[in-house]
């Protein structure tokens, strides 16, 4: 679940005694125009801690100069501070005295103190090959660079009208459950603004129903803890991009902490990513030397320790790292909402976002999982009332002929009456309403995600913002060095690839891909031929319980092997896909990101749902019929499903490998990196003692902390994406997937949070308007999702054939009914009679059926619908087949169509943006082209009066 912190907020210029304003700017027109676009608060300070209790923020420290005294010795020795404990470390640099390059990090480093960094040097204490680089940017660098990257800093308006008075806000916030009024005052008027927040409107119904039960559930479920986060709900201020010539309009209490610490260390970022290390050629960037290993690691500090000794709720946080793991990374607030304010602030926006689309969904799942959960609840409550499943467990005189060849024997119908009555539970009346649902259901999360990220866009200040243009990769640069052209935008020469050597690099990336999946389907064909055979070997054991659920133990065990094949080729289809997508030599990094995210997540989606796709369209659909059975390599017959359906195999199918993969998933990302980091404990006990490791300085501890995925989120999003399919695509044959989906998410929310904030070192804060590509890939899914139910419905289920039963043939044939009363004879009526003496002598099995009659078996009964043995046209297809056929087909393309129709009239109803945030917008842009045509026309009759003094004549002016 998630939420964010708080609404939408306002700045307000504070209460008491008045201050003194510095003196309005002459061109008012130059600050309106700074002005216009500002959408959102930013959340850029250090409100949320107590500042009393303290111990790694900058704020002791330049609290303490202001009034003269010394700064404490903790802030030399905590690693968050250069050595004379003022300024603080924004970057860290890692390298070993033994690389050989030194000459690159020599004038790489030179260039660092060339655009005004202070640098400090520091020895590891477990290893003196290792030396860390402590970057530190000042004032003078932190506002030049804020101004060229257009960082959005807190400022404060004034009222044009008079210099002296507060300027009119635009916003109104929904704080604390209680409206803020905000009285704006002109020449004109006297406005009053309301804006009724409704963020979280759904969520808020679902607790008024929750909070019926609270004498079970924790207390104040999903609700973000105020005790334990006091100031989390806060006034914030305008933004505005910063400028050092309006300075005075921002608001600055402190030089110090008015750039966070997120903020100042993507500063040095950029700058680190524009420096040359070498003389005399176009070689920069910080990149490029972690690539050829100049450096050993980047990356900024993390605030201190996680941990504390001290209570939270009775000495507040010792810093933003240990809130952050308090209130988020817990297990204990495993029920609250996120905190994602507080993550955006610390981790980033990128971040931030994956963690609101993460919390969003899981959120979505919870109608999701109680529907499905409803549809198997109701699959139970009518099993007793369920005639086929009636029919099949008293069906003690109807025999089956044989699954396989030779081995496995004759059975009575009834003998399959567990797996009849398994069946009904995903199978049932309820199954065409929950698929139409679902699809129904990933549109509404699709449309609503798309209003939720404008929301937090809007509140994160993103609605503007717009990604630089991009560097060019170096490998790129060094492959088409020779050729430039001129960038149209920046108009500079710069290398290009050509289109014919671009179209061929893509062809063979594409023919790569082909193969690939070629390999996949090679892996499913081997599945298939171990089902077959495993089949009679299983049917053949010696154990009763195997044998005589010989099909069972095969599902059971081809679908283990499937998941280890599975697992192994994904390790391969990483190298693959990084290598294919270094083969097209994409231009930038988003360019590059997106190529891999498409291969990636192709590959594992083949991988992933081949065989399901197997088992749900082929599996029993071409084995022909006993005596003419249709075989691999003319050898292997192949597999039939259970009497009772193919459902089952597809639900065995789905559930062991979604319960499988998500386990080790949460094993992987969680279990690697304790392992690692549990190992780096161990040897650093052992060689400096118990108290080692808690007198280590900060960036000592960060640098034996994993580093983040080498791709970013991508494998976060990945695993999600690839269960949102897991969910959706084959959901009306396992309608439990949604709550399985859901209890894994809750437990993936608290995972990911720990991981970011006890285990990885702190990631670089980088920005980003949504989740990229990864949303077209979910629509895509969508789409999938109709057709695949669609078919799940009409083929593997049993659901069209009964209805035609129903209307068609049964009792009530021609009425217009279809109860259970319809359904008499069902059993009968879809099973086909074999004369046993036809069967082929590779089939004929070795038991001839004599103890089910005491003589031996003269027929035998299938699944089919085809005539007699004894019919003009033997074993020929009857009528009733093509009924149900062409049922099938109907129901495919009315179900498609209409719920297509659904989804895309869902599509144009909802709109984008929520009504009252395109209110809130839209009033704020009127305001202002107002306030800036109020303060023209104060200007120009200032500049009236002005001349009326010296004696003018303005009768041709603009009154």
């Not at 009834?414 to 699809?439: E, R």
């Amino acid at each position: 679940m998630e939420a964010s912190s708080s609404g939408s907020t306002i700045s307000s210029v504070t209460g008491g005694k008045a201050k003194t304003h510095q003196p309005v700017a002459k061109d008012v027109n130059i600050f309106f125009d700074e002005l216009e676009g500002v959408n959102s608060p930013s959340k850029d300070d250090d409100s949320l801690l107590h500042h009393g209790n303290l111990t790694s923020t900058s704020d002791d420290a330049s609290r303490l100069e202001v009034v003269g005294e010394e700064v404490p010795d903790k802030n030399k020795t905590n690693g968050l501070y250069f050595r004379d404990g003022k300024c603080r470390i924004d970057y860290i640099l890692v390298y070993r005295k033994s690389n050989p390059q030194t000459e690159k990090r020599e004038v790489f480093e030179r260039n660092i103190r060339a655009e005004g960094l202070q640098m400090e040097k520091e020895s590891s204490l477990t290893n003196s090959d290792i030396i860390f680089v402590k970057l530190h940017a000042p004032w003078e660098v932190l506002g030049k660079y804020a101004e060229l990257m257009n960082v959005r800093m807190p400022f404060r308006p004034f009222n044009p009208f008079n210099a002296g008075a507060p300027c009119i806000l635009v916003r109104c916030c929904f704080l604390n459950g209680h409206f803020i009024e905000i009285n704006g005052r002109s020449r004109r008027s006297r406005r009053k603004i309301y804006y009724l927040h409704r963020r979280y409107k759904f969520m808020n119904r679902i607790e008024k129903q929750i909070s019926r039960f609270r004498g079970w559930l924790p207390r104040k479920p999903m609700k973000l803890d105020k005790e334990t986060l006091p100031d989390l709900e806060e006034n914030d201020c305008y933004t505005a991009p910063f400028s050092q010539q309006r300075i005075h309009h921002f608001i600055i209490h402190n030089k110090d902490t008015f750039f966070n610490n997120a903020t100042r260390s993507r500063i040095v970022h950029h700058i680190l990513q524009r420096v040359k290390y070498e003389e005399g050629k176009n070689k920069i960037g910080l990149n490029r030397l972690l690539s050829n290993g100049s450096y050993e690691a980047a990356f900024p500090l993390h605030e201190g320790s996680y941990r504390s000794k001290n209570s939270i709720k009775t000495h507040g946080a010792e810093n933003h790292r240990h809130l952050l793991y308090e209130c988020w990374a817990s297990w204990g607030v495993w029920y609250k909402y996120q905190p994602l304010d507080l993550v955006r602030r610390y981790f980033g926006e990128k971040i931030g976002l994956y963690f609101a689309w993460l919390g969003w969904y899981t959120g979505m799942l919870f109608p999701a999982a109680f529907i499905g959960l409803f549809v198997f609840l109701y699959g139970v409550t009518t099993l007793n009332h369920c005639q086929v499943s009636k029919e099949v467990c008293q069906a003690t005189d109807i025999i089956m002929c044989p699954i396989c060849d030779k081995y496995c024997p004759f059975m009575r119908l009834s003998d399959s009456c567990i797996y009849a009555k398994v069946t009904h539970l995903f199978d049932n009346g309820a199954t065409v309403f929950f698929a139409v649902f679902m699809a129904v259901w990933a549109t509404v999360f699709l449309e609503f995600w798309k209003r939720r990220r404008a929301v937090i866009a809007y509140d994160w200040d993103l609605i503007d913002w717009e990604e630089e243009e991009e560097e060019i990769r170096p490998q790129f640069e060094a492959k088409y060095s020779k050729k430039e052209r001129m960038n149209p935008i920046s108009g500079k020469p710069e290398p290009y690839q050509a289109f014919a050597d671009k179209c061929s690099r893509l062809i063979v990336s594409a023919s790569g891909i082909f193969f690939m999946i070629c390999v996949v389907i090679a892996a499913v064909f081997g599945i298939v031929i171990y089902r077959v055979v495993t089949v009679s070997t299983f049917a053949a054991f010696k154990w009763a319980l195997i044998r005589n659920n010989s099909q069972v133990a095969t599902t059971g065990t081809a679908v283990c092997i499937n998941f280890c094949i599975i697992m192994l080729l994904n390790v391969l289809y990483e190298k693959v896909a990084l290598f294919l997508t270094n083969l097209e030599q994409p231009r930038t990094e988003s360019e590059w990101e997106n190529s891999f995210t498409l291969k990636m997540f192709l590959f594992q989606f083949v991988n992933l749902n081949s065989s399901t796709f197997y088992i749900a369209f082929f599996l029993g659909r071409f084995t022909g019929h006993p005596g003419a059975y249709l075989r691999l390599i003319n050898r292997w017959r192949l597999e039939e499903c259970h009497p009772s359906g193919c459902l089952i195999d597809l639900c065995m199918q789905m559930g062991i490998i979604m319960v499988l993969k998500q386990t080790w998933n949460n094993f992987m990302e969680l279990g690697y990196p304790l392992i690692q980091n549990w190992w780096t404990r161990r040897k650093l006990r052992q060689e400096y003692g118990t108290q080692g490791k808690t007198s280590f300085p900060q960036w000592e501890k960060d640098y034996n902390l994993q580093p983040m995925n080498a791709y970013g989120l991508f494998d976060e999003y990945l695993e999600m994406i690839l269960q949102f399919g897991f969910t959706t695509i084959f959901v009306a044959a396992f309608p439990l997937a949604p709550l399985l989906a859901l209890l894994n998410n809750i437990i993936e929310i608290r995972l990911d949070a720990y991981k970011f904030v006890t285990q990885w070192r702190r990631p670089l804060a980088s920005r980003a308007k949504d989740i990229g590509i990864w949303y077209g890939i979910l629509e895509g899914i969508g789409i999938l999702s109709v057709i695949t139910n669609a078919f799940v419905i009409a083929v593997t289920s049993d659901f069209i054939p009964r209805l035609v039963y129903a209307y068609k043939y049964g009792p009530c044939a021609g009425q217009g009914e279809a109860g259970q009363k319809c359904m008499v004879g069902y059993v009968n009526a879809s099973l086909s009679v074999f004369l046993v003496s036809d069967f082929e002598n590779r089939s004929e099995p070795t038991s001839n059926g004599s103890e089910f009659s005491g003589s031996p078996l003269k027929y035998c009964r299938y699944r089919d619908y085809r005539d007699p043995p004894h019919s003009p046209v033997p074993y020929g297809y009857t009528l009733q087949f093509w009924h149900v056929l062409a049922a099938r087909l109907a129901f495919i393309i009315v179900f498609e169509h209409l719920v297509f129709c659904i989804k895309h009239l869902i599509s144009y109803l909802i709109p984008d943006l929520p009504k009252d945030l395109r209110d809130r917008m839209r009033r704020e842009k009127y305001l202002i082209q107002e306030m800036m045509y109020e303060a023209e026309l104060e200007r120009l009759q200032k500049e009236r009066k002005e001349r009326k003094k010296n004696g003018k004549s303005y009768h041709n002016e603009w009154p």
